[in-house]
């Protein structure tokens, strides 16, 4: 079965992903795993689909509560040691939306969780390494949110919940 016809992508329903980002060595060692991101990727962005923003949650950012990254444009964070200098070379300089930030933070506020907006925050390897395949040419914007703690992610339920209607309603698709 392939993905497609698995999770079928339209404008009412665009997924939402889990997208493990390995080891940062997948950032220059794809094996066929990054190609076949790609292909994804290119699916998500047919125009019938009505893509426009990407919202990730990704591991590498803890904080005491819960906050959204508004930076219009993060710097690629290599936030790791010990690896080759060619994955030190790597940038994702893909831009920011503080407008689609804006958009998250109101629904967490609306699930009942307190949210931070974050200007500064760099984007780490938890989501430039798989962004890098799915979406090569950085040309969507996005923002990335964090939930408290490992304990805390059920709490972000609710804010799931919210995303998936968001999604229909067009804010944040």
Request: aromatic residues 10%; contains cysteine.
């Amino acid at each position: 079965m392939t993905l497609e016809r698995e999770f079928p992508m339209t404008a009412a329903t665009l997924p939402v992903l889990f997208i493990s980002h390995g080891a940062p060595l997948f950032a220059i060692e794809a094996g066929s795993t990054g190609p076949a991101l790609t292909r994804w990727g290119e699916g998500l962005q047919l125009p019938e689909n009505g893509l426009r923003g990407i919202v990730i949650m990704s591991p590498h950012w803890m904080a005491r509560s819960p906050a959204v990254m508004s930076n219009p444009a993060p710097a690629t964070w290599h936030d790791f040691g010990g690896f080759p200098p060619a994955l030190y070379e790597l940038q994702y300089p893909a831009p920011g939306s503080p407008a689609l930030a804006a958009d998250v933070l109101g629904l967490l506020r609306e699930a009942g969780m307190a949210a931070d907006s974050d200007a500064e925050r760099p984007l780490d390897h938890g989501a430039w390494v798989p962004l890098m395949h799915l979406f090569p040419r950085r040309m969507y914007r996005w923002c990335k949110w964090l939930c408290r703690r490992v304990t805390a992610r059920l709490r972000c339920m609710p804010w799931a919940a919210r995303c998936a209607a968001c999604g229909r309603r067009a804010c944040c698709s």
